[in-house]
């Protein structure tokens, strides 16, 4: 079975520290993503990466960068953690092509304070 | 309005009963995802279809193109359902996914 692997469950980080969210896939899938999860709002990409040191914007990548520096890792980098970064945070793989679905990580429950 | 819609947003059911989420979408889509999220946060993948109908144990997943609407049947309801579900439309080749906001399942014993 394909896993997807985030490093932490819970997380509690301070404002103003640099948080890293890791995520590890051990398919050898070229499409790696992550996502933040809040209530009401459903499932947001924050960003994407099609290939090793590629890198794409989604919809609300404000306050977050990424690095791929290994094809199976993919990680997301929250430079000055804020309040508003209080959320659930998932990662997802899938290989390249339309009939392939998507396989998820368990998520981190990260809280800033 | 979301180009994703899933109703109802939340559903009380007793064991045994016949479940069904609605999910409608605006856009255009390669494929319709329904996915499961438990207690904790992990997603597993139920279903990715394009057309007609697939059924996995007591799951069934059906999509109208035509209509672009798709419905996640749950047959003879257990407490380990309960769950949150969500749809998603695969969009540009399936290379993105266009979220509902989730119907949270509950079945009572």
């Known amino acids: 079975d394909v896993k997807v692997t985030q490093s932490s469950r819970y997380l509690v980080k301070r404002t103003g520290e640099k948080v890293f969210l890791e995520c590890v896939q051990d398919?050898?899938?070229?499409?790696m993503f992550w996502y933040r999860q809040d209530p009401g709002l459903g499932l947001r990409l924050i960003y994407f990466s099609y290939d090793v040191k590629m890198k794409e914007k989604g919809d609300i990548p404000e306050g977050y960068s990424v690095s791929r520096e290994k094809k199976e890792r993919f990680s997301l980098i929250l430079e000055s953690a804020s309040t508003n970064q209080t959320s659930m945070y998932l990662c997802?793989?899938?290989?390249?092509?339309?009939?392939?679905?998507?396989?998820f990580g368990s998520g981190t429950r990260l809280t800033v304070v | 309005k979301n180009e994703v819609e899933q109703s109802p947003q939340n559903l009380t059911a007793q064991e045994g009963e016949f479940i069904t989420i609605n999910c409608s979408y605006s856009?255009?889509?390669?494929?319709l995802h329904w996915l499961q999220q438990h207690p904790g946060g992990g997603i597993v993948s139920l279903f990715m279809?394009?057309?007609g109908k697939k059924k996995h144990g007591r799951l069934i997943a059906t999509i109208n193109i035509q209509e672009k609407h798709s419905s996640l049947h749950i047959t003879a309801s257990h407490p380990r359902d309960s769950a949150v579900y969500i749809c998603a439309g695969g969009v540009n080749n399936n290379n993105d996914m266009r979220f509902g906001a989730g119907t949270r399942l509950t079945v009572k014993p």
């Open positions: 398919m050898d899938h070229e499409n």
């Open positions: 279809l394009s057309s």
């Open positions: 856009v255009g889509i390669s494929a």
């Open positions: 997802a793989s899938r290989t390249q092509g339309a009939n392939y679905g998507y396989t």
